[in-house]
């Protein structure tokens, strides 16, 4: 495994959910932002199918506690001031190719591209094993090619380890295992993610069902280096 600096920018993150910005490259935003890097932080969902059977948070309500949440996320992360959009998509029903809801998230994101011009795309894995991290991570590759953006590409995974099948792991050649050390930032990654309260456990009790951030994910994913796969080709 191959250790790597840290990014100079401009840097574009693409995050499925609130929250995956931190769990999955929030040592690497807040490194950025201690380089005095320019960031962009994209929220492809509006996270709001977590706590599906509350009575006391509806979607609207919630997508509007996790955009919240997001931006105290990065503030923690020093990415108070950075850019940041959120496309509001539904969570776990992102629209398909070719739909106009599909259309207009694009034409978002080849805007930003066109503004940022980042060196750097950190993207979810292309096979991370839940359905909005690998539409998210199509999305971000449509957007590319659309833009004519050639920027170096960072993928991250969350739930590959957990969940992932064995077809879901990179093949091949098909990408470099990167390591990023974090551990002089470890303690802001960790502070980040306590602000995403509703995935936590701490703040919705009327949804036993809702889904939690485990222990053994929060350990996992909050350790003194962050690991990436770097294509190794285009794709």
């Given at each position: 495994?191959?250790?790597?600096?840290?990014?100079?920018?401009?840097?574009?993150?693409?995050?499925?959910h609130p929250d995956d910005e931190t769990l999955?490259?929030?040592?690497?935003?807040?490194?950025?932002?201690?380089?005095?890097?320019?960031?962009?932080?994209?929220?492809?969902?509006?996270?709001?199918?977590?706590?599906?059977?509350?009575?006391?948070?509806?979607?609207?309500?919630?997508?509007?506690?996790?955009?919240?949440?997001?931006?105290?996320?990065?503030?923690?992360?020093?990415?108070?001031?950075?850019?940041?959009?959120?496309?509001?998509?539904?969570?776990?029903?992102?629209?398909?190719?070719?739909?106009?809801?599909?259309?207009?998230?694009?034409?978002?994101?080849?805007?930003?591209?066109?503004?940022?011009?980042?060196?750097?795309?950190?993207?979810?894995?292309?096979?991370?094993?839940?359905?909005?991290?690998?539409?998210?991570?199509?999305?971000?590759?449509?957007?590319?090619?659309?833009?004519?953006?050639?920027?170096?590409?960072?993928?991250?995974?969350?739930?590959?380890?957990?969940?992932?099948?064995?077809?879901?792991?990179?093949?091949?050649?098909?990408?470099?295992?990167?390591?990023?050390?974090?551990?002089?930032?470890?303690?802001?990654?960790?502070?980040?993610?306590?602000?995403?309260?509703?995935?936590?456990?701490?703040?919705?009790?009327?949804?036993?069902?809702?889904?939690?951030?485990?222990?053994?994910?929060?350990?996992?994913?909050?350790?003194?280096?962050?690991?990436?796969?770097?294509?190794?080709?285009?794709?």
């Amino acid at each position: 495994m191959t250790g790597i600096d840290p990014p100079a920018g401009p840097i574009l993150v693409i995050a499925p959910h609130p929250d995956d910005e931190t769990l999955g490259c929030g040592g690497l935003i807040c490194l950025a932002m201690r380089g005095g890097q320019r960031l962009h932080t994209v929220f492809v969902t509006d996270g709001g199918a977590s706590h599906r059977n509350s009575f006391l948070w509806d979607r609207t309500k919630l997508a509007a506690c996790r955009e919240a949440e997001a931006a105290e996320a990065l503030r923690r992360l020093g990415a108070g001031k950075s850019g940041r959009s959120f496309l509001r998509l539904p969570d776990a029903d992102m629209p398909a190719r070719g739909s106009a809801h599909y259309g207009r998230a694009k034409s978002a994101v080849v805007a930003i591209l066109r503004d940022l011009q980042p060196r750097l795309v950190v993207l979810p894995w292309r096979r991370d094993p839940h359905r909005d991290h690998r539409d998210a991570w199509s999305l971000g590759m449509d957007c590319l090619l659309a833009a004519g953006t050639s920027a170096d590409i960072l993928e991250y995974a969350i739930w590959l380890d957990e969940l992932g099948s064995r077809a879901d792991h990179p093949q091949g050649l098909e990408v470099e295992r990167v390591s990023l050390d974090i551990s002089e930032v470890q303690h802001a990654k960790k502070d980040a993610l306590k602000a995403h309260r509703s995935q936590l456990g701490e703040l919705i009790t009327d949804d036993p069902a809702a889904f939690v951030l485990s222990k053994h994910t929060i350990d996992r994913l909050t350790g003194p280096e962050e690991i990436y796969w770097r294509p190794c080709a285009s794709v």
